[in-house]
């Protein structure tokens, strides 16, 4: 299993000037990071990739930075979706520049875009299609597209392993895989075990938080089954550390805020890590002991 870090719970935007973030993520124990981008978040590929490289950590990117809500592969307007293909195209080039061997997220929408409806045949259709492009995109650059349910807080497209693997057989491409977040799926499901166990070989990894993006232990996320389910499938993919640090910002703190955690749960983000971190690798263990 390789242990990775979201870049946000160390900074608010990846830039030139926060590449030693690379340095203390292998310091920490981590084999990978994953840095979000978007049209606002500019720096030198080729210096990121330089730092990872020498280190032997492992990235992956995602889209956390700006966004056009138009650029949504699975929107009404035949337009949109392809602004959203030729957008998502974008970041995967960015990806390969970088070296990084995933591009995660809600890919199959836009995270925050919610029609209240059950998504029709025709739209799941549309979007499964999209994927399969940007699957083929993906494979020609040697990045894997990666797709993570979000809570329907954020999406009606894909809540659940089940919906999204249902896109991932409708897309039928190999290039697809699947990232559970344990913060998604707290509001979505009871049985995380079947929710990993229904992934299985598509499974790239976890984004392992608790239920309010605390380090992980502690609180409502049924870890015991997360670590059996995670045996019984021979898992040996990414187990992510994901949250928000509430330090950061101006004024400090607005960071978080701005994405919706009020709360003090991430301050400082190595603590995060190492407590996080020995908490997941014990749970492993007594799993496959």
Not at 112 to 130: F, I, K
Request: contains cysteine; glycine residues 10%.
């Amino acid at each position: 299993m390789k242990y990775s870090a979201h870049c946000y719970i160390f900074t608010d935007r990846w830039s030139d000037a926060q590449i030693g973030l690379l340095d203390t993520a292998r310091e920490l124990g981590l084999d990978g990071f994953e840095i979000a981008v978007g049209d606002d978040v500019l720096f030198k590929s080729e210096l990121t990739r330089r730092r990872a490289e020498s280190l032997g950590l492992e990235l992956a990117v995602s889209p956390g930075g700006a966004w056009p809500y138009e650029c949504d592969l699975s929107a009404h307007d035949p337009g949109s979706r392809k602004l959203g293909l030729a957008w998502h195209c974008r970041q995967i080039d960015m990806a390969a520049a970088l070296g990084a061997t995933a591009y995660t997220g809600a890919l199959y929408g836009h995270p925050g875009v919610l029609l209240y409806h059950r998504p029709s045949g025709d739209e799941l259709r549309w979007t499964a299609d999209g994927l399969r492009s940007l699957a083929e995109y993906g494979l020609r650059n040697d990045v894997q597209v990666v797709i993570e349910p979000m809570s329907h807080f954020r999406t009606h497209v894909a809540n659940n392993a089940t919906q999204a693997m249902s896109l991932i057989q409708a897309a039928d491409h190999p290039n697809l895989m699947v990232l559970l977040d344990t913060y998604h799926l707290i509001t979505e499901v009871r049985d995380y075990c079947e929710q990993i166990r229904a992934t299985r070989h598509k499974l790239w990894g976890i984004h392992a938080c608790e239920n309010d993006r605390g380090v992980p232990g502690n609180g409502l996320v049924p870890w015991q089954s997360v670590f059996r389910a995670l045996h019984d499938i021979a898992f040996d993919g990414h187990m992510v550390f994901e949250s928000y640090n509430s330090t950061i910002g101006d004024p400090p703190g607005d960071f978080a805020f701005r994405r919706g955690m009020m709360h003090n749960v991430c301050d400082d983000g190595s603590a995060f890590v190492k407590t996080g971190l020995a908490f997941l690798k014990a749970g492993m263990q007594q799993a496959t002991a």
